[in-house]
């Protein structure tokens, strides 16, 4: 069974940076794909960060994240990374890992980030 934990959301200023976490329960190399979405209140949940697991790891970015966030894997340690830099009150939301094979999508239980203007 695929487990996905996320970590490292919190309150912080504009302009501040949070580093959020994601372990996973194996490795990360059964994946195709990994990736970190979000859900604002109201909104609909959308992709902020893809990255491949395959050598030469290519990555995508949300147009509003681009330049600012950084994915990142590190299988030995089984943990995806999403660095967040120059952070917005409109990143506020709420973060979800997720992983994707043939079988199907996975997701974590999410992590709050707000930040304050």
């Known amino acids: 069974q695929v487990q996905l934990v996320e970590s490292g959301g919190g309150l912080v200023q504009a302009g501040e940076s949070l580093r959020l976490s994601c372990a996973t329960n194996?490795?990360?190399?059964?994946?195709?794909?990994m990736a970190w979405y979000r859900q604002a209140p109201g909104k609909q949940r959308e992709s902020v960060a893809t990255i491949r697991t395959t050598i030469g790891g290519t990555t995508t970015y949300a147009d509003p994240v681009k330049g600012r966030f950084t994915i990142s894997i590190d299988n030995a340690k089984k943990m995806v990374y999403l660095q967040m830099n120059s952070l917005k009150p409109e990143d506020t939301a709420l973060y979800y890992c997720?992983?994707?094979?043939?079988?199907?999508?996975?997701w974590g239980q999410g992590t709050q980030v707000t930040v304050s203007s």
């Open positions: 997720n992983a994707r094979d043939l079988l199907g999508f996975y």
């Open positions: 194996g490795s990360i190399l059964r994946f195709n794909t």
